[in-house]
Antibody, heavy 119, light 113 residues
Framework: EVQLLESGGGLVQPGGSLRLSCAASGFTFTSYTMNWVRQAPGKGLEWVSA???????YYADSVKGRFTISRDTSQNSLFLQMNSLRAEDMAIYYC?????????????WGQGTPVTVSS | DVVMTQSPLSLPVTLGQPASISCRSSQSLVYSDGYTYLNWFQQRPGQSPRRLIYKVSNRDSGVPDRFSGSGSGTEFTLKISRVEAEDVGVYYC??????????FGQGTKLEIK
């Protein structure tokens, strides 16, 4: 059974940093692209970043240069380092598994971890 | 980036009645392999999104057969044949053809009349 468990969310001041984690299990971690998708309060879904099975990284324009996606294949863990946080980054952040490896679909989602950016 | 446009954004439905949600893409979603990577997700209140449909019309395991997807090119539809109380939530279409990025529709909020 695929399981994705996010952690690391919390309250941070504008300009601050936060590191999100996602513990993955139930599938071969390095065979799939992994994504971060966020949802601002009362809003829709926005793709944020991805890391492919081979380790290539991709970012939405809105976070490029501020966020860094990485993974630890020995621990089947996904990370999102978020720097220079802004009010508009406040959202629930979901870890999401690709159905393939770099296109097509997302087939599993974690429960999400909330990030609040406020002074 | 491909823009996904859903309608309606709000959908009040009587229990037992059908419901239909439209999704349009700004470009054709036919991939080089011939498949069309259009997905539908359901997000119940307070829950994470859950995939219902992939590649336009393929239902995920455990999804009731009252849910169906159709369409081609740039026009797609999610239909619920008879709405039940557990169907309340927000429905999103998402394209996976022109990745990155994945892009989502604005969401359609289904409520019981």
């Amino acid at each position: 059974e695929v399981q994705l468990l996010e952690s690391g969310g919390g309250l941070v001041q504008p300009g601050g940093s936060l590191r999100l984690s996602c513990a993955a299990s139930g599938f071969t971690f390095t065979s799939y692209t992994m994504n971060w998708v966020r949802q601002a309060p009362g809003k829709g879904l926005e793709w944020v970043s991805a890391i492919s099975g081979s380790g290539a990284t991709y970012y939405a324009d809105s976070v490029k240069g501020r966020f860094t996606i990485s993974r630890d294949t020995s621990q089947n863990s996904l990370f999102l380092q978020m720097n220079s946080l802004r009010a508009e980054d406040m959202a629930i952040y979901y870890c999401a598994k690709d159905g393939y490896n770099g296109y097509g679909t997302i087939d599993y989602w974690g429960q999400g971890t909330p990030v609040t950016v406020s002074s | 980036d491909v823009v996904m446009t859903q309608s309606p954004l709000s959908l009040p439905v009587t229990l037992g009645q059908p419901a239909s949600i439209s999704c349009r893409s700004s470009q054709s979603l036919v991939y080089s392999d011939g498949y069309t990577y259009l997905n539908w997700f359901q997000q119940r209140p307070g829950q994470s999104p859950r995939r219902l449909i992939y590649k336009v019309s393929n239902r995920d395991s455990g999804v009731p057969d009252r849910f169906s997807g159709s369409g081609s090119g740039t026009e797609f539809t999610l239909k619920i044949s008879r709405v039940e109380a557990e169907d309340v939530g927000v429905y999103y279409c998402m394209q996976g053809t022109h990745w990155p990025p994945y892009t989502f529709g604005q969401g359609t909020k289904l409520e019981i009349k």
